[in-house]
């Protein structure tokens, strides 16, 4: 018998905003669909949400799943904590959150926390058309758990965003190498390999989903090469979406210095404000999350 919490067990037997949203009419709101896991493997969660186009607000939540009681309690943990927040703010609640709120999973469940971000991602990226795969590094995204099809690059994350120190946690997390366990050995060189780069690394210590936290934590100033890396990191995984949204798109071109020049393009590159956009978008969230003495300059036409 599983040690679940109180909160797990009010949501599993009376669970909340369980079920579809259906496409709607309405106007200036749209219906947002992601999808995880297989019914093949044990657990699949279908999350809807109903977003305020103008505001990207988040006006309801519902999910529909084929899974356990940590799998219906955290789908609708999840449902209860998004309810209300703009999509940026929903991007932000990790697996850890949806465990916290729950007041904690028993160790061999927190897949069922990682599916519910996982879902979660997947609503938000197809909403804003954003190609789920794009979120993955395409050189660490080989396959290495055959039996759950779980790619280098999950595992990555997983240990990164977790602390994660050895396989048997990594299969609680993801599931990989709870099948006939001949990937076990892979996953122990993944976190070998992760452990190592932390070491090396000045953001030791941080998870890859807080970059939020690195400039301000950091004690030594990064390196050139660090913190192209870390702004390249900020771009693709907090500015680019959001313009992408919008029609637009950004490129790192060059950093020179504190000097960082980028491309605009799509409608951010014709868009009248878009210094506007290159301010408060681009540099303000530099600034905050890489250095504050950085600035952003856009390309001329005549170079790109
Ligand atoms: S290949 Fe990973 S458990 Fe079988």
């Not at 009376?14 to 219906?31: R, W």
């Not at 219906?72 to 932000?92: F, N, P, Q, R």
């Not at 804003?128 to 039996?147: F, K, M, Q």
């Amino acid at each position: 018998m599983w040690d679940y919490t109180d909160k797990v067990l009010e949501l599993f037997y009376d669970p909340k905003n369980q079920g579809a949203i259906e496409e709607t009419s309405e106007p200036g709101v749209k219906v947002a669909t992601g999808e995880i896991g297989s019914i093949a493997c044990g657990d699949a969660l279908r999350l809807h949400l109903k977003v305020e186009v103008e505001s990207d607000k988040i006006l309801d939540a519902r999910f529909q799943t084929f899974g356990c009681t940590s799998a219906i309690a955290s789908s609708s943990a999840l449902t209860e904590m998004v309810k209300g927040l703009t999509l940026d703010e929903a991007l932000k609640v990790s697996n850890k959150d949806i465990a916290n709120y729950l007041g904690g999973l028993p160790e061999a469940k927190m897949h069922c926390s990682v599916m519910g971000q996982e879902a979660l991602e997947a609503a938000i990226y197809n909403y804003r058309g954003i190609p789920l795969a794009s979120h993955d590094d395409d050189d660490e995204g080989a396959l290495v758990c055959s039996c759950f099809g779980i790619s280098e690059s999950k595992i990555r994350r997983a240990i990164v965003e977790n602390n994660l120190t050895d396989a048997e946690q990594v299969t609680n997390y993801v599931k990989a190498g709870g099948g006939c366990g001949s990937c076990l050995a892979n996953i122990d060189d993944i976190i070998k390999s992760v452990q190592q780069e932390s070491a090396k690394s000045p953001l030791n210590g941080h998870s890859a989903k807080t970059t939020t936290d690195i400039a301000s934590s950091k004690q030594r100033p990064l390196t050139n090469v660090q913190k192209i890396a870390l702004i390249q990191k900020v771009l693709d995984e907090e500015v680019r979406p959001v313009l992408i949204a919008d029609g637009g798109d950004v490129e790192l071109y060059d950093v020179d210095g504190d000097r960082v020049k980028v491309l605009l393009q799509g409608a951010c590159g014709s868009c009248s404000s878009s210094t506007a956009t290159l301010k408060i978008a681009i540099e303000a969230r530099l600034q905050d999350r890489v250095s504050k003495n950085l600035i952003v300059e856009a390309v001329e036409p005549s170079l790109r």
